[in-house]
């Protein structure tokens, strides 16, 4: 952290309020940005060490903020985490804080507003993904749960927060960070229901979300705001940030509006609906296989893919969920529905930040992590610390961008650099260029006379190492020319005014889900509602009474459910493809068992003859 | 650009005609002399016989022209569309590559006839090229719309 520099509480502060952001929740939210400290004194703290049951270390009731930052390094491998009651612990409480938030006015219509994923939910995503859905639901029954039923302690224990001291409070950091002001917005909510309310990937105790708004100063003082990054999911680099002009990134006044999605809590730049990729590792052998193939595929036989599926990675696969920040409910932010409450402010750094590396909610052991509880804004799940604490500007891929105060400071700078290059170049070219004429001269003086040809190959291989040096340094120098010149018509473009493309950075940019896609027909949602559950019972039924013709009837109704699942999706073009590709490897396999050595001879005969032509091609040299 | 397109609609249309040959061929070694019986009423045709190997030639000519009569037909038009008018007929092409390898793999089954083999390599080295990356350029380029060919300029904050 050598290039970041804190900035004092005030100022903090008067940054924090001047540009805090408007966050827009879709209707349906159980949880909104809260106070961090009134969750923690309510949880307790467990450290589950390797091979051990997990040990209650504080119980609840007793733990505070203070408290929370004296937790000793443990052995490694243990994992210190927080725990919100279970309600039947505190069942009166619970009562009352049920009865509380049924007249909370952030939840006027609770609980008749509950989360409504819309007829299209399941038509938008694919076979795999209403697998995953169906598979949730089955591990939710398997672990003796109705769905939902983990949300219910956090939902009460954010009733008692709100019964007790209704606010809406972020939390608030700035630093200094390679000329940019930094202004980060910590956004913690006591509960993620994805899962549970929203029909999502994952749920977990606690959540820490966050939205950054970098700013510039100007040699005045007066700082300017630039760039914002919203934080969605585990994504980073330049499709995060919105430049403070693009059209897309909503302002009142100088505050950004931010959706911020339903149970996820991942914040969007444009209201709607959203299909997110979660990522899940593949096992190594599988991402080597992966990638040959792939490579094979789309270099070697040079086949077409589209470009969504040909930049996926090797390492991971991916599993599509809906992510709905509809921004339909509660607005909270200056002038909206609910005032933010004045933030806890973190300049300077206090303990509980810096100190506890824990998780900050229930630590499940989920293998894709997706299950346990956040670290805090510091750190990462493993305990390390994460990037956007120790290089925000990195984080959101502005660590190539300079400011616009510095803009013409850098550009300077670097014409300097240039010029005072090509003025090394320009006299090394000369002494070289004049070397290089006094071998040709010599190497003329000695050609066709025997008793100097060795000399003069010598002279020749000498002329030939020079040339290409000097060719190479009148290729700099030109480079050098060409990229003086765009500087310089850069800089005047900035000087008018001009500014570069405001999205030109963003590669793959977030899409909402076009309304056509949302509203899908009634027979495809139907469907999407029903496929898993008939492909499931049809494959009983082939098992059941088909046995005698298995395969041809499990290949017969698998077509015809992707055929039908393709129809709806519109994506026959890709099914047809997929369809093909496999039929052309079952018939290369059925053509390599019938011809199979004449292939193994032909494939040596095509060897031998490879290497025959190359012998006789370095024979002929 | 649209000599891909022909090349490929002439692959298509050499699939057709060997196809039609190796139907020609099969419907001309059935010995149609002892399996056709003109019938005694006029107008009708009664195909009959008793020699079982006859009766083998017979049905595999009919089979073959049960399976392959609609991928034939879709391989001529996707070839004349890719002849003709250059870029139409990728669709046709594809349904077509797909019924001739699943007649070949699913309805031959162990009695795999030779002609099966080539018909499958050929298919294998056509469905390669119908998803090649120059060939789906070609059949699938459209025009930028004038927001996607416009580059975005933003003057001032």
Redesign the interface.
Known sequence: MANEESVDARTAEALLRRFEPVIRFTKGEWFYPMDCEPYVDACSLWVRRPGEDALCVVPAGELTLERLAQQPEDTTGAVHYLKIPNPKEDENQGRRARRRARRSHTNPDWPRETFRAGRGRLARVGYISRLADALFSLVLLARGRVPGGDVEGGRVLYGRFMEKEEHFRYHGHVVRQDGWIVLRYWLFYAFNDWRSNVFGANDHEADWEKIFVFLSESESGEVRPEWVAYAAHEETGDDLRRR??DPELEKIGEHPVAYVCAGSHATRYSRGEYLTELAFPLPRAFAVVRRVVRRFWYVT????ADEDYREKPYEQFTIPFVDYGRGDGLSVGPGQDMEWDPPRLMNPLPSWVSRYRGLWGLYTQDPFKGEDAPAGPMYNRDKTISREWFDPVGWAGLDKVPTRTEQLGVITGRQAEIEERRDLLRSELLEKSSRLKALGMDAEATRDQSHLSKLHENQMRHIDELSKEVETLRAQLSDDEVLAESLKDHAERLKD????????HIVHPARPVSEAETHAGRVAQLWASISIAVVLVTLILIIAYERQQLL?AL?FAIAMFAFIEAGFRRRL?RF??S???A??I???L??LE??FWGVIILAVLAVGLYILWENLRELGR | MYRQARLLGVLLILQVVAMVGIGVWLFASVDWDTIVNLSNKPGQIRLQTTDKSVAKDFKRAILFAVYFFAPVVLLLLAGLGFVLLRRRGWMLASVAQALIMLSCLFFYGASRPWFAYPMIAYCILMILLLNSRSVRAVVQRRQLTPAEAKPEIAHGE
């Open positions: 403070w002009d036989l040079r086949q077409y005014g001009e500014r570069p493309p405001a999205r030109a041809s290949v073009t047809i493809v369809v093909n590709v039929l052309a079952v018939g290369a059925v053509i019938h011809y």
